[in-house]
Structure formats: C-alpha cells, structure tokens
C-alpha cells in the first residue's frame, strides 16, 4: 500500500481480513484415504447395536490399544506448571529407555467408566483379552450379574483384527471363561477415530500425561488414575506385567470348524459376528 502512496494501520488490515473472513485455521482430517464399500451401513449398524444393548442392560464396551511409550527420562509433547523446566535427552533412542508400555483401554459406555491396562511385552489379542476378563472379574460382572451377551466395539487392524483368526479364537476362550455371549462389531477401515473410547476415554488421560516424562511406569499409571470429566469419567488403571508371545498361532481345528464357534452376521460379515461361550 505505501507503494501506492496510502499508510494502513495493522488494525485496518485486521478488520479487511475479517470482513472477508480470513483467520487463523487448523488443518482438519476429514478426507479419508480410500472409499470403503460397506461403511456407513457398518456406522448405522453399530447404533443399533449400541442403543439395543444399553437399553436391555447388556455390557457395551469399546477397546482399543493407545501408542507405546518409551520409559525413560524422554522429551513429550504439552506443557507441565512447574518452578523450573525439567532436562530430558535431546533423543528418544530406545537403547536408553528401562522399557516400553502400551496402553490398553475399555470403556464401558453405559456408565461412563474406563479401565486401562499398562502392559509392558507385546500388544497380541491375548493381551487384549485378557485385559477384558481381568476389568469384567474385578468390576464388570457385578454390574452386568443378569445378563449373558457383551458388545465389544473395535478397530479392524491391530492386535483385534477383522480377518484374523487369532483373535477370533481368544475372543471364543474369553467367552467360555466368562460364560458370556460376546458380539463383535469392528469399525471399518480408516474409521479408528470414531471408535468410542477415543473421545470418551483417551483424550482425557492424553491430557494427563502432557508434557510428563515417563521416568518409570508408576507415574504413567497414577497420572491416568487421575482423569476425570465433569460428566463424571472415572478410570481405573492396572499395571499388566504378563509376557506374550507373538507368534502363537491359531489352532487349525478351530479355523475348520469355526463355524461351530463363531456366527457370523448376514450384514458384512467381515466385520460384524457374535461369539458363543457353547458350541453350536
């Protein structure tokens, strides 16, 4: 403009850029990165399945594993209140770390109530089930004394795989230790983030860890201890020193006669079936 020979005042430009309604903006990730054939009736079929078991009085519970953490004296994203800034290493090599941990949550949908295990060897569906049957003995059952079924929303990679047959036949021995019918509705491909538990239950224990170097795994669990919301979130947290193998493999028995085990939905079957704690 003052080559124009006109002085405008930074208010000026201020006010030019909001009339036009230019501002500060974040990137937002809502361009998915394949169109996947079945989804929003998958979306739609969840609801169903949510409404109809909270209303009957059925356990609802959503799972999914958080990213590992390195234990260590290792830099973290978020800011802390503190007198002074706290020295970290200028690298995260793993060499340097007394260890890892990984995250598993289950989020009991119905009562606003989440659980998370602190597993320190291998994120497997062994692990994921046993964390399930540890939360439904300690606390779950006596809630849920009347009822048989159990929904179990998750993602379709990971340690709860879709196509894997692994986790379908830990998801059958979970069902006949607890004596429950369990019905599995996986989330479709790149829709991990519409999974539950992450607005419900890992956002606000993010918020907790922030800016916290986890020097051992005693703090990683009492800061998670700690989350709350003003709806009334509470979380439990429990540290799982269990090692686990990965390279178990399912029985071929149980794939050739899975039918026997597993009923699969007549809606996507891929993604949706229910698990029965007696053979068929």
């Known amino acids: 403009m003052l080559a124009k020979g006109c002085k405008v005042s930074r208010h000026d430009v201020n006010e030019l850029l909001q009339f036009f309604d230019y501002?500060?903006?974040?990137?937002?990730?809502?361009?998915?990165?394949k169109e996947v054939q079945g989804r929003n009736d998958q979306f739609e079929h969840i609801e169903e399945l949510k409404k109809a078991f909270i209303e009957?009085?059925?356990?609802?519970?959503?799972?999914?594993?958080?990213?590992?953490?390195?234990?260590?004296?290792?830099?973290?994203?978020?800011t802390y209140f503190g007198q002074e800034n706290q020295r970290v290493y200028d690298h995260d090599f793993p060499s340097y770390s007394s260890g890892k941990v990984i995250p598993h949550g289950i989020y009991d949908m119905a009562d606003n109530k989440g659980y998370l295990s602190l597993g320190t060897s291998h994120d497997t569906s062994e692990f994921v089930c046993d964390n399930i049957e540890h939360y439904w003995k300690e606390d779950l059952q006596w809630k849920?004394?009347?009822?048989?079924?159990?929904?179990?929303?998750c993602d379709s990679g990971g340690s709860n795989n879709c196509r894997h047959y692994l986790f379908k036949q830990d998801v059958y021995q979970l069902a006949q230790e607890l004596q429950?019918?369990?019905?599995?509705?996986?989330?479709p491909?790149?829709?991990?983030?519409?999974?539950?538990?992450?607005?419900?239950?890992?956002?606000?224990?993010?918020?907790?860890?922030?800016?916290?170097?986890?020097?051992?795994?005693?703090?990683?669990?009492?800061l998670a201890e700690k989350t709350s919301t003003q709806t009334g979130l509470e979380v439990k947290v429990r540290i799982n020193k269990k090692q686990y193998n990965?390279?178990?493999?399912?029985?071929?028995?149980?794939?050739?006669?899975?039918?026997?085990?597993v009923a699969f939905g007549d809606q996507l079957p891929l993604?949706?079936?229910?698990?029965?704690?007696?053979?068929?």
């Open 23 to 33: 501002k500060r903006r974040r990137l937002i990730k809502s361009e998915s990165l």
């Open 56 to 78: 009957n009085g059925f356990a609802c519970l959503s799972i999914d594993t958080k990213n590992k953490e390195l234990i260590g004296n290792f830099y973290r994203s978020g």
């Open 144 to 153: 849920y004394q009347d009822t048989e079924w159990m929904l179990l929303l």
């Open 180 to 187: 429950m019918n369990i019905v599995v509705a996986h989330y």
């Open 189 to 222: 491909t790149y829709c991990s983030k519409y999974n539950p538990i992450e607005r419900k239950l890992f956002c606000h224990i993010h918020r907790q860890w922030e800016g916290v170097a986890f020097k051992n795994i005693q703090i990683v669990k009492e």
């Open 246 to 261: 990965t390279k178990r493999k399912y029985q071929q028995e149980f794939k050739q006669n899975i039918e026997n085990y």
């Open 271 to 280: 993604w949706n079936y229910t698990v029965f704690h007696k053979p068929l």
